[in-house]
């Protein structure tokens, strides 16, 4: 799976990943209308209304990109509906051929993190059948509780040639009040940092590792120590645009072979009809707007190299 | 709801919660054989399964104790058949009234933190109504992002009276490969305490905060220090029993007025048929047997005090 990202991010020439993370009030009128007309103002009603906004989306959008990355908190905030809508998102765009992230930031320890692994990257075994439960391609990762809690999911995507974002530097202005403070002299994310270097090599793809890091793109000093700190890892960067990163910023975050980021930008692209530099889209036309978004996005990106 | 934790806890005498964690291996053979006869062996089947096997320990053991954890990871991996096991396995609960402790581990920023705990601690909007997800009493939080992941949190459990449990010093044997490393002299997991007590006073019951911490029960050295660097804070304390914590060690956590601790046990309690001790009960009565290990948990616990 790292190796088809790889290849997909070379032939579109686009190190991108749009995040779908919905939120209702992006969602225009009309499709919440027509989903409410149907279900009513329900959870299911909000559910739909989502998952008709994101095949909108991916529709417009999917032949520009290599991933996605759906944020599960947007669906798991509408409870199980929220969750069928989250799966309904990850099946259709894996139809689509799109890399899924999963952006479910779990972790804990031993077997718990196991029944995580197998959730989302894995197969369960009941009786003498195994299903797929959530089934995305990769998924980000936790790691506060340390390489019990990693394993687990390592071993799960041996089996299942699937791969883990673990969360290295986050993008968010109080990142740095546990991650940045000083052990033996460097910051936690670096000690973070190498052990995902370190976990890494038992999962190698041709080029890459399974094992790939969060570093935000709003700290490109932080990007470009910790791109030296993990060499063979993929960098999932978010942040860019709503968030401050911008496309110089991100340099740092690849290798010489103009490899080994991908950049997430979320409501930047879902919610692009909302901004004034696209609002002659309009909301009926509002994943034409993510077309154009995603378009300049790649363009911004690809002006760095 | 820490004020109902802290009078439940005093009434039965029992600082106690039960970790319901159902793996499809600890479900007893009928109950399987009765909902794979009715599902067949699919998601939805394991889902009865573990539906049914919570709820016969959950019939059995409700009048003796304050609280349940169920881990979601259990239910997750079962797809979405295993999310609506977990969100029948909490309104269950509740109908029984028990504290439901969510041990679901999320932590991300800002909006999409706020959107975790609006699912699980909370109400969304929709249109003009206001719903709630998965609605449990408490949920464990991972801290790793800073108090942008977790301020979002406090306020939907100030709106709504609930609390949460922030990982501080996990159980496990490699929780120390970050928790412990030293920063200006101190490990890390006392300055995640330092913070768990500040963001603690900003939502008080009358004696306890509604911000609790996790803090495991193999490492008591630990859990003394812990315990005076959050005064306030409830400690949630897993890895009693199978894990290897024993009563004895069990001592620090409490404060001077027996309170401040909860003590959690999952395998040792609803997989108790399995153990020697309580083989006698056989598979057929598992839920006796679980009620037989609760009380024996108990007594084990209230013989420190």
Redesign the interface.
């Known amino acids: 799976m790292i190796n088809k990202l790889v290849s997909k991010i070379q032939k579109l020439n686009a190190p991108v990943v749009v995040g779908l993370?919905p939120?209702?009030g992006y969602v225009p009128e009309h499709i919440?209308k027509a989903a409410?007309d149907e279900y009513g103002?329900?959870?299911e009603?909000?559910a739909e209304a989502i998952w008709q906004y994101n095949k909108g989306i991916v529709d417009a959008i999917h032949d520009l990109i290599p991933a996605v990355k759906p944020?599960i908190?947007?669906y798991?905030?509408?409870?199980?509906p929220?969750?069928?809508a989250f799966?309904k998102t990850v099946d259709y765009c894996k139809e689509k051929d799109l890399v899924v992230i999963g952006d479910v930031?779990?972790?804990?320890?031993?077997?718990?993190?196991a029944?995580?692994a197998?959730?989302?990257l894995g197969k369960?075994?009941?009786?003498?059948?195994t299903?797929?439960?959530?089934d995305e391609d990769f998924a980000t990762v936790?790691?506060?509780?340390?390489?019990?809690?990693i394993k687990p999911f390592i071993d799960v995507c041996k089996e299942n040639k699937k791969g883990i974002f673990v969360?290295v530097k986050?993008?968010?202005?109080?990142?740095?009040?546990?991650?940045d403070?000083?052990?033996?002299g460097r910051p936690?994310y670096e000690?973070?940092g190498e052990?995902v270097a370190k976990w890494g090599e038992e999962h190698m793809g041709d080029s890459y590792s399974y094992v790939g890091a969060v570093v935000g793109a709003t700290y490109p000093e932080m990007g470009k120590v910790l791109r030296k700190v993990m060499p063979k890892s993929f960098i999932l960067v978010p942040g860019y645009g709503a968030q401050g990163g911008t496309a110089e910023g991100l340099r740092p975050y690849f290798n010489e072979d103009g490899l080994g980021a991908i950049v997430n930008s979320s409501r930047g692209i879902i919610a692009a009809y909302k901004q004034e530099k696209y609002s002659q889209f309009g909301p009926e036309n509002y994943a034409d707007a993510s077309r154009q978004a995603t378009i300049d996005m790649i363009e911004d990106i690809a002006s760095i190299f």
């Open positions: 993370d939120m209702l919440q409410f103002e329900t959870l009603g909000a944020q908190a947007m798991e905030q509408f409870g199980i929220g969750m069928i799966k930031k779990r972790g804990d320890i031993g077997s718990t993190s029944a995580y197998v959730g989302h369960v075994q009941v009786g003498s059948n299903y797929a439960g959530f936790n790691p506060y509780l340390g390489t019990d809690g969360l986050t993008s968010n202005p109080s990142s740095g009040e546990f991650q403070r000083l052990i033996d936690l000690h973070v052990q």
